[in-house]
């Protein structure tokens, strides 16, 4: 019976010996697999916000960053706090971006709220009051807010809701605060690689009109009215950087990431499918973060200006968004529909004053063209 037990103890001992093995061996092989997965997946898709802003002290700048409440605006707000900036939260919802703002932002005595409603030019008036009122100087701005997958909607304004939020809402906005930008002021506009599948017939490239930018809901879908918002932005950036020609203003557009999962796929169960069966194989929000901070951040880009960005690398936007001649008309055609809705002491001297000439984009000298494109 002694023998027995002596040999069953033994055997039970060896067991544990061999299950300690095969415990530490899966261990080990688990740890190097997700080491090996992050090395790749900071290979492909870059690193993240944090590792392009580390080492920055921005105590001295303030940024102001629409939809910083989630997601990737959320990321930015954490980094450039990090860094010591006075970072402007311009959100819908302020109490909600300051819970989770006390909750991820490690000196939050230095964020500030704003209520924005972007569904809405009023909201939008009263926002940029606020921060005229209470600003001196803004430093960065980062158009940062979007909406996507929604059903057509119609907002206070009468306009689609897709075009308004993403493109209309800010610009609006920017255009307000013009007057407290700091005299180096750096605009980065966050804008899309979907831009590129926009098309246009050729008789709205050359008299767009309302309904071209703010789709009617016979011509809805909510991939095109998001698509045609970020190809404004761009054009918009080349307008901006046309008009900041000869100051020290510049204007930046930033493509985060492909199939990024936030929040801006919740509308619809499809999308959010499809951006969590990507997730593996794109960025991570972190990630997503870096291209935009690089581009609002980086000293590499000083007096640089209407240039689009994807993985913190120069690249060529669509022949479309690049035509100079197609942004003043489309920067003509956003003022008629922001002049149709506010009163005239609600707008802005920028967005109040003459229509640019277009005779002007044929009498550009080759060299003046080089210099605007640096």
Known sequence: MLRFVDRMATVTTRNLILNDKVRAFSSSKVKSLVENYFDLNFRIHGPTGEEVTKGLDLKDKTCLITGANSGVGLEMTKCLNLCGCTVLMACRNTYAASVVAKNTCLKPDSLRLYELNLASLRSVRKCSDDLLNKEKKIDI?????????????????????????????????????????????????ISSESHRYVTLPFNEILTPTEETLSLPKNKYSSIKAYNISKLCGILAMHNLGYRWLNT??????????????????????????????????????????????YCATSSDLNGLSAIYYKNCERCQESDLASNLQLSFRINDLTKDIIRDRVTMSELPVSLSDTRQKHDVEHNIEDSLLTNYSN
């Open 141 to 189: 701005v980062i158009l940062n807010a979007g909406i996507f997958g929604l059903p057509w909607t119609e907002t206070v304004d009468k306009l689609e809701i897709t075009f308004q939020v993403n493109y209309l809402s800010q610009y609006y906005l920017l255009m307000n605060i013009e007057d407290i930008l700091a005299d180096n002021a750096r605009v980065v506009i």
């Open 248 to 293: 020290k203003k510049t204007v930046i557009s930033a493509h985060p990431g492909s199939f990024v999962k936030t929040r801006l796929c919740r509308n619809w169960w499809l999308y959010e499918a499809i951006y969590t069966g990507m997730k593996p194989f794109t960025k991570t929000i972190a990630q997503a973060a870096s291209t935009p901070l």
